[in-house]
């Protein structure tokens, strides 16, 4: 399906450039998607497609328009450009901002439904969305100053507002963007232990993926 809708995608971008780098930027997206796990780094990959599309379009508008103002100085040397003669067309930009709207709106459909945040399938709620009460979290972790390669303990704590039922589902844990670990809420609380990734760290954020009741909440530490 992914597949399908980057073809769509690639429909969008000039006439030359598909019939030079279509093909290989078709592999390079299937490598991404094969490496590219989770529904945020996948996020990441159409916003990085999109924002590619966009800068192109562009791009090669302007490098158009610098070149119709070149007044060749002997008539018989040929001025030759790599774009289309319209490289600026407002279809394209509309149809971007579809996809981007398309995009953007399943993932926060998604993140509304609190299920298993995923592409591969998709979970229907009886329950409306709006009618949601919003959640609050407190989020802690342990050493106090992990570095890479590091085990940290990470504790979270869900609260619902009144006299509703406790919080329940799924809380989980990231370095950056980067999934660590997952755990499920026991009395509206959640600990988990997992050892950060080598190389550059980021903030520790957690997310609840929010229940029948509750939406999802954010808590994003600052950084290390």
Same mark, same amino acid.
């Given at each position: 399906?992914?597949?399908?809708?980057?073809?769509?995608?690639?429909?969008?971008?000039?006439?030359?450039?598909?019939?030079?780098?279509?093909?290989?930027?078709?592999?390079?997206?299937? +490598?991404?998607?094969?490496?590219?796990?989770?529904?945020?780094?996948?996020?990441?990959?159409?916003?990085?497609?999109?924002?590619?599309?966009?800068?192109?379009?562009?791009?090669?508008?302007?490098?158009?328009?610098?070149?119709?103002?070149?007044?060749?100085?002997?008539?018989?040397?040929?001025?030759?450009?790599?774009? +289309? +003669?319209?490289?600026?067309?407002?279809?394209?930009?509309?149809? %971007?901002?579809?996809?981007?709207?398309?995009?953007?709106? %399943?993932?926060?459909? =998604?993140?509304? !439904?609190?299920?298993?945040?995923?592409?591969?399938?998709?979970?229907?709620? =009886?329950? @409306?969305? !709006? !009618?949601?009460?919003?959640?609050?979290?407190?989020?802690?972790?342990?050493?106090?100053?992990?570095?890479?390669?590091?085990?940290?303990?990470?504790?979270?704590?869900?609260s619902g507002t009144g006299s509703g039922p406790a919080p329940t589902g799924r809380v989980r844990f990231v370095d950056?963007?980067?999934?660590?670990? @997952?755990? @499920?809420?026991?009395?509206?609380? $959640?600990?988990? $232990?997992?050892?950060?990734?080598?190389?550059?760290?980021?903030?520790?954020?957690?997310?609840?993926?929010?229940?029948?009741?509750?939406?999802?909440?954010i808590a994003l530490e600052r950084n290390r």
């Open positions: 399906m992914s597949e399908r809708i980057y073809l769509l995608v690639l429909k969008l971008y000039p006439r030359r450039f598909r019939q030079s780098y279509g093909d290989e930027a078709l592999h390079l997206f299937r +490598d991404r998607m094969r490496d590219e796990t989770g529904l945020l780094r996948r996020v990441r990959l159409w916003f990085d497609l999109l924002s590619d599309l966009a800068a192109i379009h562009v791009r090669g508008y302007h490098e158009a328009a610098a070149v119709q103002a070149i007044v060749p100085v002997q008539s018989g040397i040929p001025a030759f450009s790599s774009l +289309d +003669d319209r490289a600026f067309d407002l279809r394209f930009v509309l149809m %971007g901002a579809v996809l981007a709207v398309i995009v953007c709106g %399943g993932v926060f459909r =998604a993140l509304d !439904s609190g299920g298993d945040l995923s592409f591969r399938s998709s979970v229907t709620h =009886a329950v @409306d969305s !709006s !009618s949601k009460t919003k959640a609050s979290m407190e989020f802690s972790y342990e050493p106090a100053h992990p570095v890479a390669g590091s085990v940290v303990r990470f504790s979270a704590t869900v950056g963007w980067i999934p660590l670990a @997952d755990g @499920d809420l026991v009395h509206g609380s $959640v600990t988990v $232990v997992a050892r950060l990734p080598e190389g550059k760290t980021f903030p520790l954020n957690a997310f609840y993926l929010g229940d029948s009741n509750y939406g999802p909440a």
